[in-house]
């Protein structure tokens, strides 16, 4: 088996236990440390593909802005997606904000989680095949990740952070894109 193979398959155990495991203790603490691990161990994995730590966190000026405002892009293409696909059941609310939950949803979360989608596995993929199937293949792998009450939902977003990840040759988009949706996300369930 390659190098690349059980790398892979490192990151797919890592994703899976870290994910039950998280489910079913619901400690912040180990949340915490289980993201930690995972954007260390994804970025040492796509550090060794041959990606420049440069090129993966270059910040470009103009792109943050597009950032911004590719969130507007994603919500309605969601609610396209909810009339075709309406959520049945209800997605996990959180009911006690304090600064380590916040963090962890708002920053932790999804930084770690674009450095092992976007980062390794999207430019594992890259390598193999061609752009488009890239983006639609990263998609499905980060949103058999979630609940899947609202896959198609999470399809539709994970597509444009992939193609955000395309399009700059940065994961600083596709990062800044997810902080802001899961800060989002985060204050309506709050408020709801």
């Not at 792109?63 to 609610?79: N, R």
């Not at 488009?132 to 977003?157: G, K, R, Y």
């Amino acid at each position: 088996m390659g190098k690349s193979v059980t790398r892979f398959l490192i990151l797919l155990i890592i994703l899976w236990i870290g994910s039950i495991m998280a489910y079913y203790l619901s400690n912040m603490l180990f949340i915490a440390i289980w993201y930690a691990g995972l954007f260390v161990v994804s970025l040492y994995f796509t550090l060794k593909t041959g990606e420049k730590l440069s090129d993966l966190f270059r910040l470009d000026g103009k792109w943050l802005l597009k950032s911004i405002l590719f969130l507007p892009l994603i919500y309605v293409l969601m609610a396209l997606v909810s009339l075709i696909f309406p959520t049945v059941g209800t997605t996990t609310q959180i009911q006690k904000v304090d600064l380590t939950t916040a963090i962890l949803v708002t920053f932790l979360g999804p930084v770690s989680e674009e450095m092992a989608f976007r980062g390794y596995a999207q430019g594992l993929v890259r390598r193999k095949l061609s752009v488009n199937s890239t983006i639609i293949l990263t998609a499905l792998f980060f949103s058999f990740f979630h609940p899947l009450d609202i896959f198609p939902q999470i399809f539709v977003m994970s597509i444009v952070l992939s193609i955000a990840r395309e399009i700059s040759g940065s994961l600083v988009p596709p990062m800044i894109i997810h902080c802001l949706n899961n800060t989002v996300a985060l204050v309506i369930s709050f408020m709801t």
